[in-house]
């Protein structure tokens, strides 16, 4: 190898060792913590995450939510609840790249296909079991039975699902590399979306006829 291309090398290297740190999940604290001061967002001021509050007027509250603690209602047509504890429900979240949901399946109840743009989620199995899957870009399902006391991942930004195996309640816990991982399920993107989705392009995308288009659109409230 002449030198040049081993220069080269060497840079590139040098280059993907500071970027990966970056392309790793949320960008790194730069204190102990940055309480959100959700007020803030009030005015005209807009970041990327939250502005901190003041240290003086942080209490131990601010790292502390039961909001996980209570099952989610699953009395809906897929039969799931999510309940997320991510930075907009627990404010000492904010900067430190970590968030939590909850998850409550009725029997054979389904958590339908959606990916997490900005988070990898590790799923823990606490009661039942569950037919989990993801799916690469490259178009290859992984999928297996998780029981009781099992886990499994779901790399970043890849559509995933759970379903309940058994005919009695299930429920999981999740973890997330982000403080507010975000959450597209894909039926809603496609069928819920406001303004929404224009007909002929799911008549051509998903090569079904556009009274089945509609017709699933009518099952999809808008999101917003
Ligand atoms: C489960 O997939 C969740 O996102 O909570
Ligand atoms: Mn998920």
């Not at 970590?98 to 606490?126: C, F, K, Q």
């Not at 995933?160 to 590399?177: D, L």
Request: aromatic share 8%; charged share 15%.
């Amino acid at each position: 190898m002449t030198g040049l291309p081993a220069v080269l090398l060497a840079a590139c290297a040098a280059l993907l060792a500071l970027a990966s740190p970056l392309l790793a999940g949320d960008p790194d604290m730069l204190q102990d913590f940055c309480v959100a001061h959700y007020k803030s967002l009030e005015g005209p001021l807009r970041l990327n995450g939250f502005p901190c509050k003041r240290p003086e007027n942080v209490t131990a509250n601010d790292f502390f939510s039961d909001v996980l603690s209570r099952p989610g209602n699953t009395s809906n047509p897929v039969g799931s609840a999510v309940k997320m504890a991510n930075v907009e429900k627990v404010s000492g979240l904010n900067t430190l790249g970590v968030s939590m949901s909850r998850v409550d399946y009725a029997p054979w109840g389904l958590n339908p296909p959606h990916t997490h743009p900005r988070a990898t989620e590790i799923i823990y199995v606490l009661e039942g079991s569950l037919d989990v899957a993801f799916v690469t870009t490259g178009g290859n399902l992984y999928a297996r039975t998780v029981c009781k006391g099992g886990l499994f991942v779901f790399p970043r930004g890849l559509v995933h699902y759970q379903k309940n195996t058994g005919g009695a309640p299930a429920v999981a816990i999740s973890a997330f590399n982000s403080q507010l991982p975000g959450t597209q399920s894909l039926a809603m993107a496609l069928f819920g979306a406001s303004p929404p989705v224009p007909t002929d392009v799911l008549v051509r995308a998903l090569q079904i006829d556009g009274g089945v288009v509609e017709a699933i659109k009518s099952k999809f409230a808008p999101m917003n």
